[in-house]
């Protein structure tokens, strides 16, 4: 595997695991709270970063549907963030998160995992050697 590829893929554990604190902590408490902004921002960071260092080390280009798959998954993960902090800047810290913000949220976090697992399988289907 590319050495680029490994460090994406290292770091998009990292995504992961913030993504995860945040979104779990607003599915609890239902609010703007200041870990779920700092781990979804983190969150986002660590993506993004994830996603250059994986397209830069790629040799299957761009457009592969994994690749679709995940930056489809990183925009709405975005989109979740412009969201939440939107509710911060217009409301303050502590807000109640609307019914729909929060179920976007959920949503959005599952097609990430999604997108996160079947980057996984298939670098498992590719070192066993079969081809998808």
Not at 11 to 28: D, H, M, N, P, R
Not at 75 to 93: A, E, H
Request: charged letters at 15%; glycine letters at 10%.
């Amino acid at each position: 595997m590319n050495k680029l590829v490994m460090v994406g893929s290292s770091i998009v554990f990292f995504a992961l695991l913030f993504y995860s604190i945040g979104i779990f902590t607003e599915q609890k408490h239902k609010k703007v709270l200041p870990r779920v902004l700092l781990f979804l921002t983190l969150g986002i960071i660590f993506d993004i970063t994830a996603t250059g260092f994986m397209i830069a080390g790629s040799s299957k280009g761009l457009f592969t549907l994994h690749g679709i798959i995940g930056y489809s998954s990183l925009l709405g993960m975005l989109i979740d963030n412009i969201l939440i902090w939107r509710l911060r800047i217009k409301n303050g810290i502590g807000t109640i998160v609307s019914d729909a913000i929060h179920k976007y949220s959920r949503y959005a976090y599952i097609w990430w995992v999604v997108a996160f697992i079947t980057g996984g399988l298939l670098v498992m289907v590719s070192k066993i050697g079969v081809k998808p």
